[in-house]
């Protein structure tokens, strides 16, 4: 029995941890076999579906009961979704998903070269015809959607030929403006080709002149008070966007593993993307363990020669990873031995290869936070915790402090808790400090500590067992004075605080009832976990601060951002239509504006999303 409920997949410890982001799930059973392959809009609301409680389906009950892991994979948007899901699952054809016989290739767009006004078409199957084709889109759906929205905007014929060829007046789509009929001549030629031209150039990507001038048009009619107008072209050039979304698990062509690396409390998490003919066909997360002395690099440099250089593992063409090796040449040099042909270890990468990288890192940093909240990794630094106190009872709860402000501007401390499970996220809170020096930390953090513990106090919430603070003995010594006038005795204070060096593992404890320091070894599990909730209280002390100091300045978000003007705000919008749209797009999207470079691109999509 004992044994079995060990086996039982834990879902309420996997789902507190998962990402709200599009991705891939992919379900295995005791034996690590697949089982199932499904994507989602918000993986987290789709993944909790098959554990509700009730209102399940009798093959819904038959997968869940097998379930022993679940593999997620992030991806950039659902339609990147989408297509990633097809390739798993006429790769692995797992049982639990309906297979299509037909085995469909992908749908594309195609435009004829060798009409007087040519058509734009749908198209699957062999490319025999001569022509562009435009794609590949996720689904046939997708292609019709947007058949649909370039006849609205360029007018270009959908017909069949024959229907072409025998017309004697116009027909309907020429009545509702979708064309602008060719059958009989209501257009020359040369207008028409242009018009194709300015789809043709659309579909290929090169469509900034075409966005820039409906933008344009926007302003002028928001200048001209048109606001119904503006509004429909606002959407329009959201649709456009959408339409020419990059598909980065979808390329032309080109093979190649894609590693991220992340590397957090003494955990590392690793995560590969198989590319093969263009196309992301699985991806796999690695939790090697870490070496006392091991850097990022180092790291990296020893499992990439393990990963290939033992076994019969398949070596692709390109090995692509997210920073540079020291030892590559040398690894390369013994791949190319190994297999007698040209591979090549890099990581400065452009096009569809960068968004494979950045979505290879995605995932390894979204699975190094599963790891480091898993109730096994949590549990076990619990232990080494407590032994390393001396404490008498297991601790069930602790609560970390940290304070953040731009030059004494927008005073925000944070209180994360952790417990038995690791984050628990509904217990956070933001203090907003106000009527003290500005850039007092010492004051801060005072008076954070009375508005928490004297609130705790009264029976509002659950007192710690255990009080990290963010900083040195000047920090700790003021938690207790709080501690010790609100008469709470029963509350464990400990500070961590940064070497001289600022480095990650080099941190000195402080304890509050002896103000001793020390050292703990960098392998330490109970430094690891002192160290994870130092950093989860300071990413969340940034996170209030940032919001706040939004709201008192009373501006726009894209005016915190380093290098963003006035003249690069306004072609954002103009491009964009709103700022939700700004936050809702990807670095590649947001590089198309002509301002805005890739780097910057980066910095502006980082700075709008801290959390990621």
Known sequence: MAESQSNTFDAKAFLANLSTRPGVYQMYDEQDKILYVGKARNLKNRVSSYFRSSGQGVKTQALVSHIRRIEVTLTHSETEALLLEQNLIKAQRPPYNILLRDDKSYPYIFISSTDQFPAVRFHRGAKRAKGQYFGPFPSGGAVRESLNLLQKLFRIRQCEDSFFRNRSRPCLQHQIKRCTAPCVGLIDEERYAEDLRHASMFLEGKNK?????????????????????????????????????????????????????????????????????????????????????????EVLSAFIAQFYLTGAREIPSAIILPIALEDADLIEQALCDKTQRRIRVMHSVRGDRAGWQRLAQTNAQQQLVSQLASKQTIAQRLLSLQALLDMDTSIQRMECFDISHSSGEATVASCVVFDANGPLKSDYRHFNIEGITAGDDYAAMQQALERRYTRL????????????????????????????????????????????????????????????????????????????????????????????????????????????????????????????????????????????????????????HPDS
């Not at 002149?209 to 344009?216: D, G, K, R, S």
């Not at 390329?251 to 003919?277: K, M, Q, Y």
């Not at 300045?553 to 491009?575: A, F, N, V």
Request: with cysteine; glycine share 10%.
């Open 209 to 297: 002149a075409v966005i820039q001038e409906l933008a344009l048009r926007m302003e002028q009619a928001a200048t001209a008070l048109d606001f119904e107008l503006a509004a429909e072209l606002r959407d329009q050039i959201s649709a456009l966007r959408q339409v020419q979304e990059q598909q980065y698990v979808s390329g032309s062509g080109g093979e190649a593993d894609v590693f991220g690396c992340a590397i957090n409390s003494g955990v590392i998490s690793i995560h590969a993307l198989f590319v093969r003919g263009g196309r992301v066909i699985g991806s796999k997360a690695y939790h090697p363990k870490l070496s006392l002395e091991g850097t990022e690099s």
């Open 457 to 608: 106090k009264k029976g509002e919430g659950k007192l710690p067992d255990l009080l990290v603070i963010d900083g040195g003995k000047g920090q700790v010594s003021q938690a207790m004075k709080v501690l010790e006038s609100l008469q709470i005795t029963e509350v464990q204070v400990i500070g961590i605080a940064k070497g001289t060096t600022r480095k990650a593992g080099f941190e000195f404890l402080v304890n509050g009832l002896t103000g001793s320091e020390s050292v703990l070894p960098a392998d330490s599990g109970a430094l690891h976990l002192l160290q994870h909730i130092r950093d989860e209280a300071h990413r969340f002390a940034i996170t209030g601060h940032r919001a706040r100091r939004g709201k008192l300045r009373k501006r726009s978000l894209l005016e915190d951002i380093p290098g963003i003007g006035q003249k690069r705000r306004r072609e954002l919008l103009k491009y964009f239509g709103s700022i939700k749209e700004i936050e809702n797009a990807s670095v590649e999207e947001i590089a198309k504006v002509s301002t805005i470079s890739a780097k910057l691109a980066q910095e502006i999509w980082s700075c709008l």
